[in-house]
């Protein structure tokens, strides 16, 4: 006999599927592009991520870095042309990549994180098994031939990271272009960075402030 999954609880295994398929997973929730910049689009830059932790800040910068340089730009780190400096500010960016003739600065910054409780609801299910022979009464076998399988319900705490991307003309020192995110639960500061990356690589393509891949 074959056994079959109740309705409710392929439900909860759709949702299961869909809450935990996203974690980490990016949305731009806003882009903005100087409307009378007409430049060419960027081909060196210098990534930065204001972070006070050094570590998260390594992995930001260079996983940032290597999709840029994936897409034919020559994209290095703060890290590497500041190193052990947490604490430099906008203008010491700006002059830096002028003096070495580098065209953009990419900065992103933490803005805000909200944390939201999803509940999941207790699961059962039931099926029946093969009743056996005359030897074997139904009732004398009720756990073995009428099994139940139950889960019960609980709560999970998930997380959406906010970040802000700015795009700043080393030459004229304005800012051109920014992209507003939501990460949800991202699971670690490298998966985070990996999607986040991605959604900028994108957008820097659509808006023509770096060139198409190949």
């Known amino acids: 006999m074959k056994r079959s999954i109740p309705k409710i609880q392929i439900s909860v295994l759709i949702l299961t599927l869909i809450l935990f398929g996203g974690c980490g997973d990016t949305s731009v929730t806003g882009v903005w592009k100087k409307s009378d910049f007409v430049g060419q689009p960027f081909q060196s830059i210098l990534v930065v991520g204001l972070t006070k932790d050094e570590s998260n800040k390594n992995i930001w910068e260079d996983i940032m870095a290597d999709q840029l340089k994936q897409n034919d730009v ?3 780190t703060s890290m590497k042309c500041f190193p052990g400096d947490n604490d430099i500010t906008k203008s010491e960016i700006l002059n830096y ?3 070495k003739g580098m065209d ?7 803005v805000d ?3 939201e409780k999803g509940y999941y609801p207790p699961t059962g299910s039931f099926y029946g098994g093969y009743y ?8 004398n076998n009720f ?4 099994d139940t399988v139950y889960t019960p319900g609980y709560t999970t705490t998930y997380t959406t990271v906010i970040l802000e991307t700015n795009l700043y003309d080393a030459a004229s020192q304005e800012l051109v272009w920014s992209m507003s995110s939501d990460t949800f639960d991202p699971t670690s500061t490298n998966r985070l960075a990996q999607s986040v990356s991605k959604k900028v690589v994108q957008s820097l393509q659509k808006d023509n402030l770096i060139r198409p891949s190949k």
Request: proline fraction near 4%; hydrophobic fraction near 25%; aromatic fraction near 14%.
């Open 104 to 110: 953009a600065v990419l900065v992103t910054r933490l």
């Open 113 to 115: 994180t909200k944390q």
């Open 143 to 146: 756990g073995t031939y009428y």
């Open 132 to 139: 056996g022979g005359p030897r074997h009464g139904y009732y």
């Open 74 to 76: 020559n994209a290095t």
């Open 97 to 99: 990549v002028k003096d």
